[in-house]
């Protein structure tokens, strides 16, 4: 069972609302990671993060930010949020201890209206 | 660049046997995955293979890979309902950014 937790779960805002996304670890793991999925579709990497002060883009564009301050916690940001931004966000995390598998956590279900 | 394909869905009877198919094209992936994602979840990691392996087999779920062919695929025996679900295939390459890169799912429907 993976120790990796996400917050909110479901979120609906308004169009240029600033939101944070929660993710955390108990695992010590050293690489995290944000992919976006629409309902149904594939996962997108948007952001990901080798270790404490380390962050890099993904492969799909993202107007949102990451910061890695401490080791278990990887939030992402929207500074601005907007319709185009209705998503799943999911996090997740791994480390080349336990073979570089990556755990995912429930996902944050996200509606800007 | 990396690209990871699936057919995307598959219909079986309960009791069946279902294989999933998935195709890569990184010959540098070390670690190929398969995750399960039921509606409005995350994603749930049911096995993963080795890339100097042939076979794994665990419990109902086989995985078998053709690293010629860069060909991947997941047998699920007894396939009962409640393994209705996307089921992605993902892969790890060995080299540059260690992220996963994920086919775009394979829906999986039971039917009693």
């Known amino acids: 069972e993976a120790d990796i937790y996400q917050t909110p779960r479901y979120l609906v805002i308004g169009t240029g609302k600033k939101i944070t996304l929660e993710c955390s670890q108990t695992m010590g793991h050293d690489k995290m990671y944000w992919y976006q999925q629409d309902p149904g579709m594939e996962l997108h990497l948007i952001h990901y993060s080798y270790g404490v002060n380390s962050t890099e883009k993904g492969d799909l564009s993202s107007e949102s930010t990451v910061s890695r301050i401490r080791t278990e916690h990887f939030p992402l940001t929207l500074e601005s949020a907007r319709p185009s931004h209705t998503s799943q966000y999911l996090c997740a995390s791994s480390t080349r201890a336990s073979g570089n598998t990556i755990y995912f956590g429930e996902g944050s279900w996200l509606t800007v209206v | 660049g990396e690209d990871v394909e699936q057919s995307l869905f598959l219909s079986v009877r309960e009791g069946d046997s279902s294989v999933i198919n998935c195709t890569y094209t990184?010959?540098?992936?070390?670690?190929l995955y398969w995750y399960k994602q039921e509606p409005g979840a995350g994603l749930q990691l049911l096995t993963y293979i080795f890339s100097n392996m042939d076979m794994k087999q665990d419990q109902r779920l086989t995985v078998l890979l053709n690293k010629k062919d860069k060909h991947l695929s997941l047998r699920i025996a007894d396939t009962q309902t409640g393994d209705s679900a996307i089921y992605f295939c993902?892969?790890?390459?060995?080299?540059?950014?260690?992220?996963?890169?994920f086919g775009s799912g394979t829906r999986l429907q039971v039917q009693p």
């Open positions: 993902a892969e790890i390459p060995d080299t540059g950014r260690r992220a996963l890169t």
């Open positions: 990184d010959s540098s992936s070390t670690y």
